[in-house]
């Protein structure tokens, strides 16, 4: 079952490396376009459409904002020698996600980075929500917080 889970998620972040996709939005990063840019252009680098660095939005205790997504009910446990991160992943944007690459990045109580673990979803709908396990062979035991950011999305 891990061999398929993590053949599949490979597949998956393979295939969707493949796509001229944005890069990777995190939940702490914005840009705020001007009401001259068209949707199809890019923006032009000003002091209003600079990507900043800024706190992430407040959420509710338990619950995370990446991209389009909501994630909540986060669980981490280690299972024969992997670390499994599940979540309940919802689409909260206004199309509709033919498959999506998330990594779940955790540090301990100083801040220090402790693994990240990946996971992806295929096919949601907008609106709709989906478990999602985020897998990780790195020791993540003693995790204080996480963080959630889209890797690639189409």
Known sequence: MKKILFVSVAALVLAAGCSSEQPAKTSSQTTTPTASTAPSETPK?????????????????????????????????????????????????????????????????????????????EGMKKGESKTVQFVSIDKLDGYKKVEFQVDTSI
């Open 45 to 121: 680098a000003t002091p209003e459409t600079t990507t900043k660095p800024t706190e992430a939005p407040k959420a509710k205790e338990g619950e995370y904002t990446a991209g389009d997504f909501k994630i909540t009910g986060v669980s981490v446990k280690e299972s024969a020698g992997m670390w499994m991160v599940t979540a309940k992943v919802q689409n909260t944007g206004d199309k509709d996600i033919q498959a999506a690459i998330l990594s779940a990045v955790l540090y301990d109580k100083d801040e220090k980075r402790l693994g990240i673990a990946q996971g992806g979803v």
